[in-house]
């Protein structure tokens, strides 16, 4: 008996419907209410699940968690998100190996991140 992945993330809301049109809207997530249209079936790829110092400065104090998410062609998205308004968070220290990253909020003030990658360097024959 194993854990496969995570099987959900469910997030108190105070407009659970905005909130969730925000995800659909502005990042392409499908997600919905409780039920059947919130299931997000995920392209395969690391996840990564790592409990952090208490002290860490990698996400505003007063969030218990910082929600990181895949995506690709990050800049498109970093477009998408100035268009609609939203603040996005870039540093050169966020360009790494591990591969890309952008920090924002979400319209209720939950921390995001989006990570893209790295592109395989070996030649595609």
Do not use: C, H, K
């Not at 108190?12 to 409780?34: H, I, Q």
């Not at 392209?43 to 990698?58: E, H, I, L, M």
Request: hydrophobic letters at 40%.
């Amino acid at each position: 008996m194993t854990v496969l992945g995570i099987g959900g993330l469910l997030l108190r809301s105070g407009d659970p419907e905005a909130r969730a049109a925000w995800y659909r809207d502005v990042l392409g997530v499908p997600v919905g209410a409780e039920g059947s249209d919130a299931v997000w079936m995920q392209d395969a790829g690391p996840t990564v699940f790592a409990p952090v110092p208490r002290a860490t400065t990698d996400f505003a104090s007063d969030q218990p968690f910082l929600l990181n998410l895949r995506v690709s062609d990050l800049d498109a998205i970093v477009r998408r998100l100035a268009d609609a308004g939203v603040a996005v968070e870039r540093r050169d220290e966020w360009e790494t190996d591990y591969g890309r990253f952008v920090r924002l909020r979400d319209p209720e003030g939950l921390p995001l991140e989006l990570w893209e990658l790295p592109g395989d360097p070996s030649p595609q024959d």
